[in-house]
């Protein structure tokens, strides 16, 4: 029993050869091809404090395609005006943005400001992880902006950001299938019924009814509430009970909305006409597909209270980071961001609706622009209290539970109220 | 040497088998009590130094609301410009809201620098720390609102601890009246020792006396017998010693604490003596000051103070109980890992010599592992005790896990449901991998056949295509109305027939639908992972046998049996038992597919812990949680580990 | 007899088409994502895009930088670079490890083996933290190296076990004639036992690969450049809060399912090798 060593298979010299060199590349390539270490600080000053040289101000965001363009504008024109300033960007992917921002500011590796929704503005505060700015923003500059932008970034007395820009949902129609779009959620049901027909497939109105940021319109017109800015949760009522019922009616009763919703349902029906209003933002407009006449406009208002079904409103603005070395450049930076300037290029070449008041009177703007504007007088502010991220999942369940399984309102919404309340103990 | 070396070596098995993993153990173990205890220490320091600034701000609070401005900055005067470790003490007016709710116009009314009276904070060029305190005064005077509820009582507005100097700032609201006229804030450096050097000391002994006594008692080889025996000896006594050494320290610095805050209170009704304030003020003072202080404050001023509900509770019932129960925890374990592996101990330093090059081999992987694997887990495990709110952490013990495993967090499922739940996946979703991915190995190992590169490639696709947007795919096409499983199904209804096709909620319609569908997407996504290393496990099993047993008359399904699946065993089984550990924490796709519903039936383990780390905040809760899905995994491993045998070597 | 084993290679094959289009199908509608101009979702049953375009693979590769740098080709080399030395590593540590676990009995053995299995349970979404502040101290954050060795790490058990259980196969017999031929451990190691273990040196090495190929998380939180982004971090950007650009994710998931297809398609044929006539017999 013996294996014949010479015969056993050795590597040709050459190609080990091959294989070292491959490595140590590799090897090489790896350690020197990235950025200094821990790269991305906010930038440091000279040794005795005094700034030496231009003061590097680094700002994060999540931007794509339009908004991204339309930020390096503004960063490249802001960088050609201050000497004494460099603005450096870097782009995240969104859905590891949050996580991001978290871990790297408290270890001093995040950025000196960031562009962000303004719903976790009160755990980030409470956190230490953002900086309050009232003391350089007077009320006086902050009435440049459209007011219900500037409350969503207070919290506790205390304003945290500038606002840039707010988004909303809307009512999306069809021209050809709605000719007027409709003022009462009676008209809407009407539309909505004559553009249905269940065997074909087709819609009167499609929007993703089992998730709370789309069903709030509803809750709100019938005059409930799931939170209030201070943090206490207003989900028990008899008037969220009825707007979840209507959303139920719309299923079951008027039976013009689908069973099964999500997103990519929303653009798919809406893309090959079998939708004929759609409750969306306006980051829908860039799905809609070249063949369909499209309109938006506000949402309607509901006949039984005469109030407006009122969606939640984001208010997107450039936060300041707390561990930022050089908080009043920084501050500079964000002023310039949300100011004039910058508003008309992100209006323009982003297709931003930009909170800055004057911008709108400027420039030249679409009709549909002017649509999200005017919902702005309809929009409940979006609580930014820590507490609201409780409040997702256990009311995403109760709209599913009243919508989708057919459970009584009130009981649902009580029992809902009551977990929200047990699990912020 | 022999014609055979190391070959006696080789066979013979010493009782070493777990001294590693008792050593690492305890190590790991060791490093997370130290760790818990070190934040149970600074835990119960800092309640000790935010009391000291609750207690001297409440004062000052009380002072002014019902003294006024001039006493109140003679109070001042009287206590904090005197003590060298109070940093700063203020009144502040509140100077109202602006049209948008922020706070502005605030100035001081009284302020240890006398000459910052009267100015708005906001003027004043100092931005630093007068921006900081208008900020901390606009964001504690938000909560009054909320604390006037009935019943609510509101000690304090705001405890916070600068981080660089571990000064502690206490803020709570003057009340003038019936208005609030603004709030009173003292902050104070730490006066307490750091964490005790006496405690880390001996236990740095202890571990060095354990561990050189085993390396000298062995090096001594004398009377091998009694080797264990005193090992054991020493480090049983290195143990107690740790044990008493810190039941020491952890008394004298409660009694120290108890001193201190009587040194506190009897400054305070000195200073209002010295104001002039008569005995019922003083009393008043005192009482709306000490609402905390049961111990000192009973003996002084002898009221029952209105405790707040939550954090004041949990605090005072989990004083000094902390270091208590992780000082017997860690004598516990101690003596536990002792006990395991004793006898092994003794036998790490003969191991060494005589096999250096085993270690080699080993060592860089374990390293890497121990430093980025192990160390997070035991952070995790130390975190495990402790849970917190937005802004602090406070030590529960046990509490995170009583509440994992009699709760019920998700609402409308049970801690045991979602086990089900996991187990049930888990189990399904390997046996479909492996059958399907051996049954297709089987087929594809045939050398005759043609296409075979082809196929291969091809059923390896899923695997190799992000599963983010496949997994998207797959919820599309589970969709009701528009999905292609229904629409596939209604087709097939129509051609058997059946006049008004049923279409399935999958994703919504019951738990049954929902778990298919997740469990379809899983087995498609995890199938080729299967049949690649099955592929693999069926090269090392050589044709000849195929051949003699075909000589022999078998057939294809016998030869399974007694050729293909018994030499597959060991090749296979590192998958499956991995795959199994994988699945049982696989987040993606319950989270992408199904989004753990309908009303969280279809949740797992781990997105439950997600959803406490994430939504919630809750990062003990969250680190508990991973403690309990380790140990039912570790549990299953053991388990079958014995059934299988499956770290045993190589058999002849 | 041939008439049979024809007609039961027939069934096969039959059976073997059906299955795979099965099993394509969801792939074919992320192909055909990939080649619809529009950016949307569609659902239907027939996966045939209308107006087939590649304008989707043209925009997904010309990425560029904020710098105008061909960002997509840097992050392409990133991956490679981060893939590859996981691979290296995954591989070669495994399987020094994995022999000494096989063939030697020594103190910790058995213990060493249940730590790396102990060391996958701990489950790794919730240990994102303590990762970053310990890759923060040893100053690896923003370096490719940092990814790699968390990688590296996290494939290393599977591989270990996987290649400990093929060791586990080949017999003892071998090792033992090598050692009266006179020849010394390494060599036994390297001319003896390692061809004879390519199909699961292939099998690790390809999960190796996979592990580092598509991860996202670690690579973003632990990145702070965009040309130190690997390409699913540029993938992932695809995705945003509200819409995602279909299209463009397509393109580029099946952009990136190429090398690893090309790396099994290379692998195949260690895959194939094995225990030859003439090494046990005689």
């Known amino acids: 029993m013996r294996t014949n060593l010479a015969s056993a298979p050795s590597s040709p010299s050459p190609s080990r050869l091959l294989w070292a060199t491959l490595l140590c590349a590799l090897w090489v390539l790896a350690s020197c091809t990235v950025g200094e270490k821990n790269g991305g600080e906010p930038g440091k000053d000279g040794l005795d404090g005094t700034p030496t040289g231009p003061v590097t101000v680094v700002l994060w965001h999540s931007y794509r395609e339009a908004e991204q363009v339309a930020l390096n504008q503004v960063v490249d024109q802001f960088n050609a005006t201050h000497a004494d300033i460099k603005l450096e960007t870097l782009q995240i992917p969104h859905e590891a943005y949050a996580d991001k921002i978290t871990t790297a500011i408290p270890h001093d590796n995040g950025p000196d400001i960031f562009i962000f929704a303004h719903d976790r503005i009160g755990a980030w505060a409470e956190a230490d992880i953002i900086e309050s700015v009232s003391s350089w923003a007077t009320t006086e500059h902050l009435r440049s902006y459209e007011r219900s932008t500037v409350l969503a970034l207070v919290y506790k007395k205390a304003l945290y950001g500038l606002p840039l820009a707010f988004k909303s949902v809307v009512l999306f129609y069809n021209k050809d299938l709605v000719p007027t779009p409709p003022e009462t959620d009676e008209d809407m049901i009407a539309i909505a019924k004559a553009n249905t027909d269940i065997a074909d497939r087709r819609y009167g109105l499609v929007y993703e009814n089992t998730q709370l940021y789309f069903t709030a319109p509803f809750l709100h017109g019938f005059g409930g509430a799931v939170m209030n800015m201070d943090g206490d949760v207003q989900l028990d009522s008899p008037e969220s009970a009825a707007g979840l019922q209507f959303c139920r009616d719309l299923l079951t009763k008027h039976q013009v909305v689908p069973a099964d919703v999500n997103s990519n349902l929303v653009t798919t029906l809406f893309n090959s006409g079998k939708a004929a209003m759609v409750i969306n933002g306006p980051w829908f407009r860039g799905e809609i597909s070249d063949g369909v006449r499209w309109g938006v406009a506000p949402l309607p208002v509901v006949k039984s209270t005469g109030m407006a079904l009122a969606p939640y409103l984001g208010s997107e603005a450039v936060l300041l980071s707390k561990r930022s070395p050089h908080k009043a450049q920084a501050y500079e930076v964000m002023q310039y961001l949300a100011g004039d300037e910058s508003a008309k290029i992100r209006m323009t070449v982003g297709g931003q609706s930009v909170a800055y008041k004057a911008a709108w009177e400027e420039v030249e703007v679409a009709e549909d622009m002017r649509v999200f504007r005017k919902q702005l007088d309809h929009v409940v502010v979006m609580p930014n209290s820590a507490r609201m991220n409780a409040v997702w999942g256990p009311t995403n369940q109760a709209i599913h539970k009243v919508v989708k399984d057919g459970e009584a309102p009130r009981k649902v919404v009580a029992e809902a109220n009551a977990r929200i309340e047990a699990s912020l103990e | 040497m022999a014609d055979r070396p190391n070959a006696e070596t080789h066979m013979k098995l010493e009782p070493w088998a777990w001294t590693l993993t008792a050593q690492l153990a305890v190590i790991a173990v060791v490093v997370t009590v130290i760790l818990a205890f070190l934040v149970a220490w600074e835990g119960d320091r800092s309640e000790f130094e935010e009391h000291r600034a609750l207690f001297f701000a409440r004062a000052l609070g009380a002072v002014s609301a019902d003294q006024g401005s001039d006493v109140s900055r003679a109070f001042i005067t009287a206590t904090a410009a005197k003590d060298p470790s109070f940093l700063s003490a203020w009144v502040i007016r509140d100077g109202g809201e602006d049209e948008f709710g922020i706070s502005r116009g605030q100035a001081y009314d009284a302020s240890m620098d006398g000459d910052e009276v009267g100015s708005i904070l906001t003027d004043l060029t100092e931005s630093g720390v007068h921006k900081s305190r208008s900020d901390r005064f606009a964001r504690s005077t938000s909560g009054l609102a909320e604390t006037q509820k009935p019943g609510h009582v509101a000690p304090y507005f705001a405890l916070d601890t600068d981080e660089e100097s571990g000064a502690r700032s206490a803020v709570v609201p003057v009340v003038r009246g019936a208005t609030t006229f603004g709030a009173a804030g003292v902050s104070v450096a730490p006066t307490m020792p750091d964490a005790p050097i006496p405690w880390l000391l001996l236990l740095a002994i202890g571990a060095v006396v354990g561990v050189g006594g085993a390396f000298g008692l062995s090096a001594v080889k004398a009377r091998p017998e009694l080797r264990s025996k005193v090992l054991v000896g020493i480090i049983a006594a290195a143990v107690l010693g740790v044990g008493l050494g810190g039941w020491w320290s952890y008394t004298s610095s409660y009694s120290g604490e108890l001193g201190r805050r009587v040194a506190d209170v009897e400054r305070v009704r000195d200073a209002a003596t010295s104001l002039g304030l008569d005995a019922p003020a003083i009393a008043s003072l005192l009482q709306q000051a000490d609402v905390s202080f049961t111990g000192a404050q009973g003996y002084l001023t002898g009221t029952a103070p209105t405790l707040d509900d939550g954090f004041e509770a949990r605090v005072q019932a989990t004083h000094g109980a902390g270091r208590r129960v992780v000082i017997f925890w860690a004598a516990l374990v101690l003596l536990l890992g002792l006990a395991i592996g004793h006898r092994s101990i003794v036998g790490v330093v003969t191991g060494i010599p005589e096999q250096p090059h085993a270690y080699l081999y080993v060592a860089p992987s374990l390293i890497g592992m121990v430093v980025l694997v192990f160390v997070p887990f035991a952070f995790g495990v130390g975190m495990s005790a402790f849970d917190n709110d937005a802004r602090r952490y406070y030590f529960v013990g046990v509490e995170n896990f009583i509440e994992i495993l009699t709760g019920s967090r998700s609402g409308d499922v049970s801690f045991y449901w979602t086990l089900f739940v996991t187990v049930l996946w888990t189990g399904l979703n390997i046996a479909l991998h492996v059958s399907i991915g051996l049954g297709l190995a089987l087929l594809l190992k045939n050398p005759m056949l043609r296409f075979k590169k082809a196929y291969r490639v091809l059923l390896i696709v899923p695997w190799a295509i992000p599963n983010y947007i496949t997994a998207l795919i797959w919820k599309g096409m589970f969709n009701k109305e528009f999905g292609a499983v229904n629409l596939f199904l209604e087709k097939l209804q129509h051609l058997a027939g059946v006049a008004e096709p049923t279409s399935i909620d999958w994703l919504g319609g019951s738990f049954l639908s929902a778990f298919t569908a997740n469990l379809v997407t899983n087995t498609w996504l995890g199938f080729p992972f299967m049949m690649v290393v099955a592929l693999g496990a069926l090269q090392s099993i050589p044709n000849e046998l195929y051949e003699a047993a075909e000589v022999d008359g078998a057939s294809r399904w016998q030869q399974f049996q007694t050729i293909t699946l018994p030499l597959l065993k060991p090749a296979l089984f590192p998958a499956i038992i991995l795959g199994t550990i994988w699945t049982f924490n696989m987040f993606n796709i319950i989270y992408l597919v199904s989004g753990g519903g309908p009303n969280n039936s279809t949740e797992i383990l781990i997105t439950d812990a997600y959803r406490a780390f994430d939504v919630l905040g809750r990062y003990g809760f969250a680190a508990a949680y991973s403690v309990v899905i380790f140990a039912i995994l570790l549990l299953y491993t053991m388990i079958t580990n014995r059934i299988t045998k499956a770290t045993e070597g190589a058999v002849e | ?282």
């Open chain 3, 1 to 282: 007899m041939t008439g049979k084993n024809r007609v039961g290679e027939i069934f096969t094959h039959v059976f073997l088409v059906l299955f795979t289009i099965v099993i394509l199908y969801p792939v074919m509608w992320v192909v055909a994502m990939a080649f619809t101009p529009q950016q949307g979702f569609s659902m239907s049953l027939m996966p045939i895009p209308e107006e087939p375009t590649i304008e989707n693979f043209v925009y997904v590769m010309s990425t560029t930088g904020s710098d105008g740098s061909w960002l997509f080709g840097r992050q392409l080399l990133n991956s490679l670079v981060v893939s590859g030395l996981t691979t290296v590593f995954g591989i070669f540590l495994a399987c020094t490890a994995g022999y000494a676990f096989s063939r030697f009995r020594f103190v910790g053995r058995q213990g060493g083996l249940m730590m790396f299995l102990v060391s996958q349970m701990f489950p790794g979404t919730l240990m994102l933290i303590p990762l970053y502040v310990i890759l923060d101290a040893l100053g690896l954050l923003n370096q490719l190296m940092g990814l790699v060795l968390v990688y590296s790490t996290s494939a290393i058990p599977f591989c270990v076990w996987m290649l400990k259980g093929y060791f586990d196969t080949i017999p003892r017999s071998l090792e033992e004639s090598a050692i009266i031929d006179g020849a010394s451990q390494f060599t036994i190691f390297w001319k003896v036992i390692l061809p004879l273990a390519k199909p699961a040196i292939a099998v690790t090495a390809l999960f190796s690969f996979m592990t580092a190929w598509n991860e996202f998380i670690l690579a973003t939180t632990f990145m702070s450049q965009e040309s130190s982004y690997t390409l699913p971090v540029t993938l992932r950007n695809y995705v945003g809060e509200h819409s995602t650009y279909w299209g463009y994710f397509a393109a580029g998931a099946v952009m990136v399912s190429v090398p690893v297809m090309a790396l099994f398609f290379a692998l195949q044929k260690f895959l194939v090798g094995g225990l030859t006539a003439g090494a046990v017999k005689g």
